[in-house]
Each structure stands twice: as structure tokens, then as C-alpha cells.
């Protein structure tokens, strides 16, 4: 569904957020269109643009960006029109570039994914802590938050003249964040960063667009949510350990509740200062499961 945040800007939103079902943007300022994100597939990313193509009269889309290397914001790249500038953190691009999950999805999940007609796209720009630029009176800033969060490359896309924050993976509304290819802690700090912003409509990567003083109320959650996941560790216990002997309280209710177990695993390495198995992190999170993960898509 297009939502219109405020007039120009639209979050395309994608119920119920869970895995591989993202939310994407689009802001239509003159004669032109930029594109926040794409989505996993190929069905789902044509959906996006027709409904795009419907609020923009014909306008081009000249710009976009991904806010992350995740499939599922990036994978519908290859359908944008040939001559779409294309964004991206210089990590980012890396790690799009040598994805081998667009080209095959592992059957962690249920059912497996099928991208469709879809081809790897990997950002024209790299971008490696800021860059603005105008799509036509609108002003819009990509802004890294100084460190690993969400992932190693994580963008936003800011609009300081309409508050409008999209802010990718960088927060879950109302579902289970993920940072397994990230950073706990750097997750954790993000959000002050962007709290500094004060924006007035923030567009989440996944679940409803938030406004005025519920981006505080989620910010708080997710704070909380990493605060338990640091708390959770425990030394002499294996993630998948300290994830079934752990009680989710107020978070037991959140979709993907099985990310606790990739998480663990994110924090785990930290503690530890090793490398994460993230094989190994994915068949704990089935295992505590009891089976696949489940997908929309």
C-alpha cells in the first residue's frame, strides 16, 4: 500500500513486515522521482512502482537508494528504469556485489523464496558517510550513522524541510529487530542518532509508518529490546542456550520472535571479539524454531 507521509513523499508499506516483506519510499518533487529501496522480488517490486508510476504523472524515476544490502531492499533493483541513478553505502555495495543468496536462497525459510525475474544491480554512487542531493525542490540527505548498526553500511534518507525520516533497518516498528549482520550495541546507539534529527515521520524498514511522539515510544522499545539481548548473554552458554532459557517478556508477542537467536549470536561475537558463524546462526534460529522460518514471499 502507498501511504502518503506528507504531500510528495510516500512509504510504500508492506504488511505484516515480517521477513522479506519490507517497506520502501518515494518522493515526488518536481519532475522527478527518488526511490527509497526496492523489495525482495520481482512481483512485489513491480506492485511498488506501478503504484509509484500512479502518484508521479509520468515523472521519471531519475534517483535511488538502498539503505542497506539485505535482498529484501535491494533485490526488485534490477527493474528500476536503466537510466536511475542508484545510491549506496560503499560497504553496502561490496556486500551486494558478492550476495550469493540473490542467486539462490537457502531453505531456512518456508516456503524459500523465489525472487522471479530479478538480476543483481549494485549502486552506481557509493556513498561513505554523506551526500545530499535535490529531487527537483526537495531536499534529501543520505547520512551514515558513523558505524556499524543494522549492518556495516546502513544509509538513511533524510528530509529536514518535511522531518521526514526514512530510516531502512535502522528500526522495526512494532516487530522484532534484526542486527545479525550488524552491531548490538551499534544498533542501540543509531537510535540516539537519530532521535538527534527530531524527525517528525519516520518510515521504518519494516511495520506501520510512525509519527510524532510515537517515533520516542519505539525508539524506547527498541532500546530496551537490545539492553535484554546484552543482558541475555551468558558466558559458558551457547546462544541457542541462553535463547531457550531466556524469557522474552514484553517483547514474546513481537512476529520473528526467532531472531533473539541471531542476535545472541551478533552479541556473542562481540563479547568474544570473534567472527560470527552466520550459517551456524541461522540453523540455531530453526532449530529454536522447531523448523523453518516463515515468509510471506
Request: charged share 20%.
Amino acid at each position: 500500500m502507498l501511504e502518503t507521509v506528507v504531500p510528495g513523499v510516500h512509504a510504500w508499506v508492506q504488511p505484516d513486515g515480517t521477513w522479506w516483506v519490507n517497506n520502501a519510499g518515494a518522493i515526488v518533487g518536481g519532475d522527478d522521482v527518488f526511490i527509497v529501496d526496492t523489495c525482495a522480488t520481482e512481483a512485489r517490486t513491480r506492485r511498488f512502482l506501478a503504484a509509484v508510476d500512479g502518484v508521479a504523472g509520468g515523472r521519471a524515476v531519475r534517483m535511488a537508494v538502498n539503505t542497506h544490502q539485505h535482498g529484501d531492499h535491494t533485490y526488485g533493483n534490477s527493474l528500476l528504469p536503466r537510466a536511475t541513478v542508484l545510491f549506496g553505502h560503499e560497504r553496502m555495495r561490496e556486500a551486494l556485489r558478492t550476495d550469493p543468496i540473490i542467486d539462490g536462497c537457502p531453505p531456512f525459510w518456508e516456503p524459500v523464496p523465489d525472487w522471479g525475474d530479478v538480476t543483481r544491480r549494485v549502486p552506481d554512487v557509493a556513498v561513505r558517510d554523506r551526500l545530499t542531493v535535490h529531487a527537483g525542490g526537495t531536499r534529501i540527505e543520505l547520512l551514515h550513522p558513523g558505524e556499524t548498526a543494522h549492518t556495516t553500511g546502513d544509509l538513511v534518507a533524510w528530509l529536514p524541510v518535511e522531518g521526514v525520516l526514512f530510516a531502512g533497518d535502522l528500526v522495526f516498528s512494532g516487530l522484532t529487530p534484526l542486527v545479525f549482520m550488524g552491531s548490538v550495541g551499534g544498533a542501540m546507539r543509531a537510535l540516539d542518532w537519530m532521535a538527534a534529527l527530531q524527525p517528525e515521520h519516520l518510515v521504518p524498514g519494516h511495520g506501520p509508518v510512525l509519527h510524532g511522539s510515537e517515533i520516542a515510544r519505539a525508539f524506547g522499545q527498541l532500546r530496551r529490546y537490545y539492553e535484554f539481548v546484552l543482558a541475555t548473554v551468558q558466558p559458558g552458554r551457547t546462544p541457542l542456550e541462553a535463547a531457550s532459557a531466556c524469557d522474552l517478556g514484553e517483547f514474546a508477542d513481537w512476529a520473528d520472535a526467532e531472531r533473539i537467536v541471531l542476535n545472541l549470536h551478533r552479541a556473542y561475537a562481540e563479547h568474544d571479539g570473534a567472527e560470527m558463524d552466520l550459517i551456524a546462526a541461522l540453523s540455531d534460529a530453526v532449530k529454536w524454531r522447531g523448523g523453518p522460518m516463515r515468509t510471506s514471499v
